[in-house]
């Protein structure tokens, strides 16, 4: 099962980093790495997303949830909000907010 969250306002760098972290581990030690992460609003907004795909999961119902792996998560680029800053002299200086896409998938480890 999947869960997404677009726009938020965090670059897609910041949440790539810790998207490595998680990839690959069973859901309670990749919430337990995001609890414990210094970057705390950024594994918030990541723990977020996991539970909803854990949720939907669930709602499906046949599946064991201590077996869920994060098997795939992607962070994508989204649109950039573009700002602009006076400077000195009347001109401008222009201020780029990065927006980003992040995509989680859960799935049942066959491994054992």
Known sequence: MQASLKYIRITPRKLSL?????RG??????????????RRRTATI???VIKSAV???????????????????????????KRFKSRAKGSASRILKYTSHLKVSVSESFGG
Not at 18 to 22: G, H, I, K, R
Not at 25 to 38: E, I
Not at 56 to 80: C, F, M
């Open 46 to 48: 990541v723990a977020n």
């Open 18 to 22: 810790l998207a490595d972290e998680v």
């Open 55 to 81: 949720a939907n999961a669930q709602q499906k119902g046949t599946i064991d949830l201590d077996k869920l792996v994060v098997s795939e998560i992607l962070v994508g680029k989204g649109p950039t909000l």
């Open 25 to 38: 581990q069973p859901v309670g030690k990749a919430m337990n790495t995001l609890a414990l992460s210094s």
